[in-house]
C-alpha cells in the first residue's frame, strides 16, 4: 500500500472514535438484545448479550467488524446506536414473560449469560448514556450468573457497584489483553485503553472474590508472542483465576474494508497476513482460515505448561487443542466455584465438553466408547439443554446457520437437526473431523445412522507427557 492509502486506513478507525465518542442512544428505538450464539455447536454460552449495538473502540482484529462490515451505518455518521430495553429485560430474566422462548430455554434455568459479545460492554457509549449501570443493578439485584468481557475504561466507574455484589459472586470477568505492548496495542485495538489498565482491573476484580479470566483471544502473531512471558506473569500478578486462548482468523468472505485493515495490521506486524494463512492454514476449513496445528503448538504449550503448574484454568476456544481444555467451558470458567455454583451453570450440549472428556479418559487408559464423540451423547448431555435443541421455534428465528436453508425448511429445522446435517457430511468445514482437523476420526455409525468418531492421539501428547511431565489426565 502506498502512504496515502495507509493514511486513509489510519484515519478510518480515529474517525470512528471522533464521531462516536458522545453519541447518544435512541430513545425510542431498542436494540434486540439477547440473542443465541452461531458457534452453539461447541460454546458452553449460547445465549449472549449486547447492551449496544456497536462498539465505540476499532480493534483491527475484531470478529464483530467482520460481521457487521458490509453495514453501511458503520461508516459513521449515519449511525442508529440503540440500546437494549432494560425494562424487558428485566421482566425476561424475572419470569413476567412466562411465554417468552429465552425464559423457557434459558433462564427460568438460570444459565450463566455472556455480556459483551459483539460490543464491549464499557466502552464510551457506556460513559455517555449509563445502560450497563441499570443493568449491573438489575442482574445484581437478582444475583442472577453473568460473564462479562470486556476492554473499556467505564468498569473502573462501576468498581463500588461490584463491590455491593461481591458476596454474591454471581459475575465473572473476562479481559480481552492479546500482547503487553502499549504502542503497538494502541495502534491494533484503537481507543481501548492500555493493556496494563485491563490486567489492573482484573486485579482489582479479583480481589473481591470474583471469578477472573484473561481472554488471550485473538491470539495474533507478531504481537502475542512477543512479551508472552510478561503477560503470563501479569496473571501470576493479578491472580487471574483463568486464560481463554484462540488464535487470530481470518474469514475471506469478510468485505474490502475488512480487508483492508487486516493488510494494515499485517504492516504493523511485519508480515503477509493474508498470504501466511494462506500457506499455512487446514483447507478443511472452507474460507474461515485457521493455522494448521503444528504452527500454534509451541504457543499452545508454554500456556498450557502455566496453566498446569499454577493452578489457573486453561481454556481453548481454537478448535485446534480444543481437547486440552480443564474444563467444559473454552472461556475457561471453572468446573466448579462452591461460592457461588451458578457461574458453573453452563450448558454441556456442545462438543467442547465431550471432547475434553475424550482426552482424559485416553490418558486415563480408557478405550472403546469411552473415546469416542457421539451424536447423542453430544445432543443429549445436558437434560435442562434438551428441549432447546429440539425445539424448532427459536431456533428458526435466530440461529445464523438458518442462512444455509430455504425459507420452506426453517420452520421445521431445529438446533439438532442442524447439527446432525454437518456432523454426517464429511465435506462440511463443520464436520467434527474437519472441524478438529483430524482430532477425531470416523469409526462407524451409531443405531441412528450417525457417524461415530474417535479420538486419535497427536505427537505432541506424547512429547509433553514423556518430556513435559504433563498428566493429561488430570483435568
Not at 462479562?148 to 473502573?156: A, H, Y
Not at 482484573?202 to 502475542?224: A, C, D, H, N, Q
Not at 455454583?341 to 486415563?364: F, G, H, M, V
Amino acid at each position: 500500500m502506498d502512504e496515502k492509502e495507509v493514511q486513509d486506513i489510519d484515519n478510518l478507525p480515529l474517525e470512528w472514535l471522533r464521531v462516536n465518542y458522545s453519541r447518544t442512544c435512541d430513545a425510542k428505538d431498542h436494540y434486540s438484545s439477547p440473542r443465541l450464539s452461531s458457534e452453539y455447536l461447541d460454546c458452553s454460552m449460547p445465549l449472549t448479550f449486547d447492551s449496544y449495538n456497536f462498539c465505540s473502540y476499532s480493534c483491527k482484529y475484531c470478529f464483530a467488524a467482520f460481521f457487521k462490515g458490509n453495514n453501511p451505518m458503520l461508516k459513521g455518521e449515519g449511525l442508529q446506536l440503540k440500546s437494549v430495553d432494560v425494562k424487558k429485560m428485566e421482566r425476561m430474566i424475572t419470569g413476567k414473560m412466562p411465554n417468552d422462548l429465552y425464559w423457557k430455554f434459558f433462564f427460568s434455568k438460570r444459565y450463566i449469560m455472556q455480556w459483551g459479545s459483539m460490543a464491549d460492554p464499557f466502552c464510551n457509549f457506556e460513559k455517555t448514556n449509563k445502560v450497563g449501570e441499570q443493568l449491573i443493578k438489575l442482574f445484581g439485584d437478582n444475583k442472577y450468573p453473568i460473564r462479562f468481557s470486556f476492554k473499556g475504561q467505564e468498569i473502573q466507574t462501576y468498581l463500588p457497584l461490584f463491590e455491593k455484589y461481591k458476596e454474591a459472586k454471581n459475575f465473572v470477568f473476562q479481559s480481552s489483553i492479546i500482547g503487553v505492548d502499549p504502542v503497538l496495542a494502541s495502534k491494533i485495538e484503537v481507543g481501548a485503553p492500555s493493556p496494563d489498565f485491563r490486567f489492573k482491573m482484573l486485579g482489582k476484580l479479583g480481589e473481591m472474590g470474583y471469578w477472573t479470566i484473561l481472554r488471550l483471544r485473538p491470539f495474533v502473531i507478531g504481537f502475542s508472542d512477543i512479551g508472552l512471558d510478561e503477560l503470563l506473569e501479569n496473571c501470576k500478578k493479578y491472580k487471574i483465576r483463568g486464560i481463554s486462548m484462540e488464535f487470530f482468523a481470518l474469514d475471506f468472505k469478510c468485505s474490502k474494508e475488512v480487508r483492508k485493515q487486516v493488510t494494515r495490521l499485517g504492516d504493523l506486524l511485519g508480515y503477509d497476513i493474508e498470504r501466511y494463512y494462506k500457506d499455512l492454514s487446514s483447507h478443511r476449513r472452507g474460507s474461515y482460515m485457521r493455522l494448521n496445528r503444528d504452527v500454534k503448538e509451541r504457543w499452545v504449550r508454554k500456556i498450557y505448561k502455566f496453566c498446569y503448574d499454577n493452578n489457573v484454568v486453561f481454556g481453548c476456544s481454537d478448535p485446534d487443542y480444543k481437547e486440552l481444555n480443564m474444563s467444559g467451558s473454552c472461556c475457561a470458567l471453572p468446573e466448579s466455584f462452591p461460592e457461588n455454583p451458578e457461574i458453573c451453570n453452563y450448558t454441556r450440549c456442545q462438543q467442547t465438553d465431550k471432547l475434553r472428556l475424550l482426552r482424559r479418559n485416553y490418558w486415563r487408559g480408557k478405550r472403546g466408547d469411552d473415546i469416542q464423540l457421539k451424536f447423542g451423547n453430544v445432543v443429549n448431555g445436558d437434560p435442562k439443554f434438551q428441549d432447546f435443541l429440539h425445539n424448532n421455534r427459536l431456533f428458526g428465528n435466530d440461529i445464523v446457520y438458518k442462512t444455509s436453508y430455504l425459507t420452506s425448511e426453517v420452520v421445521n429445522t431445529t438446533p439438532a437437526s442442524c447439527m446432525r446435517k454437518f456432523w454426517n457430511n464429511l465435506r462440511s468445514p463443520n464436520a467434527p473431523m474437519n472441524y478438529f482437523e483430524g482430532k477425531v476420526m470416523p469409526v462407524g455409525r451409531d443405531e441412528d445412522g450417525n457417524l461415530v468418531y474417535e479420538y486419535k492421539v497427536h505427537p505432541y501428547e506424547e512429547y509433553w507427557t514423556k518430556d513435559l511431565g504433563i498428566d493429561l489426565g488430570r483435568y
